[in-house]
């Protein structure tokens, strides 16, 4: 055989496979994002986040995220004499990228430093550290939204805040004041209700007297209490004043490990880098935060960040979709024409552009609402309180058809695990689901309309500033608001529709303010004036395909 012949064996046809993308940076190549930026006040922080934007486009991370989703956590429940550990154990891959995020400050960021722009800018560089993988982001956030509730109790807050304010890792199963950092998670869902928290079973026995601050005993369970090896939780327990929310440290203050059993370790879907456990507290040490019977109310606060969060991951993984979709039909040629410049695909990849725009545009807003809420500004307040369920129930929603359209640009490569898009799949449902699934989100805005109506009065001035500017916005925003009647008897049943349409709206007057007009005006003609299908890539003809392409091309 002729040495020619031989050395293609293994590697025939691979002309026409398109390369990797990989070795970029995920937040200088991301266009909306890097305006989202600049308008939303975070600008002074673009070194920043163009430093982990340089770490998660690089194929080292891209590495470790496979890595750590292929070799998942493994929970060890007794040492070799029978003791008990609770331990779960980590491919090295997980502790680097939970490294790196904790050395960014995506946990710790805006509290820190906490100047206006904070919360875009750690969202920023959150969005960026997702698109490496979205496992490490459970604790990551959770530490970020523990800071607010736990500030609840200033004596705890004085004693805990330093450790999880620590931009170092420490992976060890010790006692938080021996470590160089801690991480924070968070227990609420049990089995006989996750949504109702109110149903929770799990009793807490005051050990002095209790009252704010002070010691208690848990007995119980959590059905779901992820990233089981957290330093600490806050979790929702019953106390005789009702349901109360408690800090729950690993280790007793003596250094004797606090009295929790993890159970079982849950085999998901998707986040399979992650650890999320089923456990037991028997007579465990925690400690109240804020009143008995203020449980609710006080883990709220971090339930608010997390959802931001919650949007924030939504909208990365839509750029994620997007952009590798991109780049895998810019370098593939069907019927001898690139795929990207064949007309229907050039609709299908503009549409999935289009979405992913809205939904960055909208996030990072939302941020910014955050910055201005947590300076004082009332009016940033109330629309935080809307907004936030209302992109969080459409953005987190909208993921997963995104997640399945782009993987579908990849033709039968998208279905294989080498490309990463099954791992983009299988994460995509998973942010919709947490932190109050969709029909919570929605229930959520209903509560809002009924209880604080100048919450809602906020949310249509913001999307009345786009209005102005867009006759088609105008006459959509107006039927909205026509949907929107006092009587919750009526509306429950269509709350899902009304809250599309409200978050539709809002990515609406975003758009057309501050998008691409290519872009704003695919959004108006498809979402707001009804010239479009069901699936993605049903854009109206007319509009320019090839620029919100090349707009949100990621350019190695
Ligand atoms: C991977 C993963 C990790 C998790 N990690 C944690 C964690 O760390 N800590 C934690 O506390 N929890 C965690 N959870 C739990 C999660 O927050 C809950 O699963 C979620 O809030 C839904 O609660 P549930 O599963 O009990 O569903 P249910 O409350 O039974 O709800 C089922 C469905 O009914 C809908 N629904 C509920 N009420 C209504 C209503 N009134 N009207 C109409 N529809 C309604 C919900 O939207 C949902 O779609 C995790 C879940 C997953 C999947």
């Not at 890097?34 to 070194?47: I, M, T």
């Not at 810019?330 to 999935?352: H, I, K, Y």
């Not at 459409?394 to 993987?407: Q, V």
Request: proline residues 6%; aromatic residues 8%.
């Amino acid at each position: 055989m002729a040495t020619a012949e031989r050395s293609t064996v293994g590697d025939y046809g691979a002309a026409n496979q398109p390369p990797p993308l990989t070795d970029y940076n995920v937040y200088e190549a991301d266009r909306p994002l890097v305006e989202a930026v600049r308008r939303e006040g975070a600008e002074w922080a673009e070194g920043r986040i163009a430093t982990v934007g340089a770490f998660a486009g690089s194929e080292h991370a891209q590495t470790l995220g496979r890595l750590a989703n292929e070799n998942g956590p493994k929970l060890r429940t007794h040492d070799r004499y029978g003791h008990r550990v609770d331990e779960v154990e980590f491919h090295p891959a997980w502790h680097e990228l939970l490294g790196k995020s904790v050395e960014f400050e995506l946990h710790s960021s805006p509290w820190q430093d906490p100047r206006p722009g904070a919360h875009v800018a750690r969202g920023a560089a959150f969005m960026c550290m997702s698109q490496a993988e979205a496992g490490v982001g459970c604790p990551i956030s959770m530490t970020y939204s523990v800071i607010p509730a736990l500030r609840t109790q200033p004596e705890l807050a004085a004693e805990w805040e330093p450790h999880f304010l620590s931009a170092e890792y420490d992976p060890r199963n010790t006692p938080a004041p021996e470590k160089s950092g801690a991480l924070a998670g968070m227990g609420m869902t049990e089995k006989q209700g996750g949504t109702d928290v109110r149903a929770n079973t799990t009793v807490a026995r005051p050990v002095n007297g209790g009252g704010a601050g002070a010691e208690y005993e848990l007995t119980g369970h959590k059905w779901f209490m992820s990233a089981p090896m957290c330093d600490a939780f806050l979790v929702l327990a019953q106390a005789d004043g009702g349901i109360s929310c408690f800090l729950f440290p690993r280790w007793t203050p003596d250094g004797e490990r606090n009295r929790f059993r993890l159970q079982r370790l849950k085999d998901k879907l998707g986040n399979r880098s992650n650890a999320s456990s089923e456990v037991e507290f028997d007579a465990a040490s925690a400690w109240l935060v804020g009143e008995e019977g203020a449980g609710v109310r006080t883990i709220i606060e971090m339930v608010n960040h997390t959802r931001l969060d919650c949007v924030l991951g939504g909208a990365s993984g839509m750029r994620a979709g997007v952009a590798a979709a991109i780049n895998h039909t810019s370098n593939r040629s069907v019927f001898g024409t690139v795929l990207s410049e064949q007309p229907l695909m050039q609709n299908v990849l503009a549409d999935l552009a289009v979405e992913s725009e809205a939904a960055t545009v909208s996030a990072l807003r939302l941020a910014r609402a955050y910055d201005e809420a947590i300076g004082g500004d009332p009016e940033a307040q109330k629309l935080k309180r809307v907004a936030n369920a209302v992109l969080k129930y459409w953005i987190c929603k909208r993921a997963p058809m995104h997640a399945g359209e782009s993987l579908e640009c990849f033709g039968g490569n998208g279905f294989v695990e080498e490309s990463g898009m099954p791992r983009l799949f299988r994460e995509s449902p998973l942010n919709s689901i947490w932190e109050g699934s969709g029909n919570v989100q929605c229930l959520d805005v209903l509560r809002a309309m009924i209880k604080e109506p100048a919450a809602l009065e906020a949310f249509f001035a913001e999307v009345g500033e786009g209005a102005a500017m867009e006759p088609r916005l105008a006459a959509f925003a107006d039927s909205v608001r026509e949907e929107v009647p006092g009587d919750v008897a009526t509306i429950e049943p269509r709350a899902r529709r009304v809250v599309e349409r409200m978050a539709l709206a809002l990515q609406g007057s975003l758009l057309i303010r501050y998008g691409d007009p290519a872009v704003a005006d695919a959004f108006v003609a498809s979402r707001l004036s009804g010239d479009w299908g069901q699936a993605f890539g049903t854009l109206p003809p007319g509009l320019d395909f090839a620029h919100i392409i090349d707009r949100h091309r990621a350019v190695a």
